[in-house]
C-alpha cells in the first residue's frame, strides 16, 4: 500500500524557518517525480515544488522561490522542505504528493501537516 | 502563475449530470493535455479523479469523466450522488514547466 506521511509542521515566528518531511512507502520512491502542495486554512490548493527522481530537476512557485528549498534522499525514501524566512502567507497545510508515472496527474497525497506562521 | 478560473458552486439533484468547467489560457490548459482533477472533503487530502484530461485512475467511479476544449477543459460528474458532494479542484501543467490549480468549485447535491 502506498503511503506518504509528511511531518515537522508546527508554530514558527515570522522570518523563522521550517523542515518538512515526507517518508514514503508502499512503492519504489526513487522512481517517482514528487511535489509539495499547500492549502491555507479555508482557502484552495496551491502547487509550491516539484523534484525529478533523482533530484537533478526542481522547479518552485514563484510565491516560495529563494525562499523554500526542495530535497530528496532516495536511500531514506523521503522527501524534504526547507523553509525559510517564513510569512504569515505560508500559514498553510502541506502536503506532498506522488506525480503520477509518465504523466502529469499527482495520484497520492500525504494527510499534510500544519504550519503556522505567527508571532 | 494566475489560478485557472473555476465555477465557486455548482449544485445538483441526485441522478442528474453536472459540469465544472476549468479555464485557463493558451500557456497552460490550452498547450498541452496536461490536465487533472482533484476531489476534496472537508479535512482530507485530495483525490486524484482525472488526470491527462480525461484518463481515470483505477478505482475512480466511471461516473467521472474529462474533457477539453481549447483553453478550457471540463469535469463531468453523471449519476449525481450524495458522496459526490465536495470541492473540486483542476490543476494543469504550465509552459514554464510549473503546475497551476484551479480556483475550486463547490458541488452540492441538493
Known amino acids: 500500500e502506498v503511503q506518504l506521511v509528511e511531518s515537522g509542521g508546527g508554530l514558527v515566528q515570522p522570518g523563522g524557518s521550517l523542515r518538512l518531511s515526507c517518508a514514503a512507502s508502499g512503492f519504489t520512491f526513487s522512481s517517482y517525480e514528487m511535489n509539495w502542495v499547500r492549502q491555507a486554512p479555508g482557502k484552495g490548493l496551491e502547487w509550491v515544488s516539484y523534484i525529478s527522481s533523482s533530484g537533478s530537476t526542481i522547479y518552485y512557485a514563484d510565491s516560495v522561490k529563494g525562499r523554500f528549498t526542495i530535497s530528496r534522499d532516495n536511500a531514506k525514501n523521503s522527501l524534504y522542505l526547507q523553509m525559510n524566512s517564513l510569512r504569515a502567507e505560508d500559514t498553510a497545510v502541506y502536503y506532498c504528493?506522488?506525480?503520477?508515472?509518465?504523466?502529469?496527474?499527482?495520484?497520492?497525497w500525504g494527510q499534510g501537516t500544519l504550519v503556522t506562521v505567527s508571532s | 502563475q494566475s489560478a485557472l478560473t473555476q465555477p465557486a458552486s455548482v449544485s445538483g439533484s441526485p441522478g442528474q449530470s453536472i459540469t465544472i468547467s476549468c479555464t485557463g489560457t493558451?500557456?497552460?490548459?490550452?498547450?498541452?493535455?496536461?490536465v487533472s482533477w482533484y476531489q476534496q472533503h472537508p479535512g482530507k487530502a485530495p483525490k486524484l479523479m482525472i488526470y491527462d484530461v480525461s484518463n481515470r485512475p483505477s478505482g475512480v467511479s466511471n461516473r467521472f469523466s474529462g474533457s477539453k476544449s481549447g483553453n478550457t477543459a471540463s469535469l463531468t460528474i453523471s449519476g449525481l450522488q450524495a458522496e459526490d458532494e465536495a470541492d473540486y479542484y483542476c490543476s494543469s501543467y504550465t509552459s514554464s514547466s510549473v503546475y497551476v490549480f484551479g480556483t475550486g468549485t463547490k458541488v452540492t447535491v441538493l
Open positions: 493558451s500557456s497552460d490548459v490550452g498547450g498541452y493535455n496536461y
Open positions: 504528493a506522488r506525480t503520477v508515472r509518465g504523466s502529469s496527474g499527482f495520484d497520492y
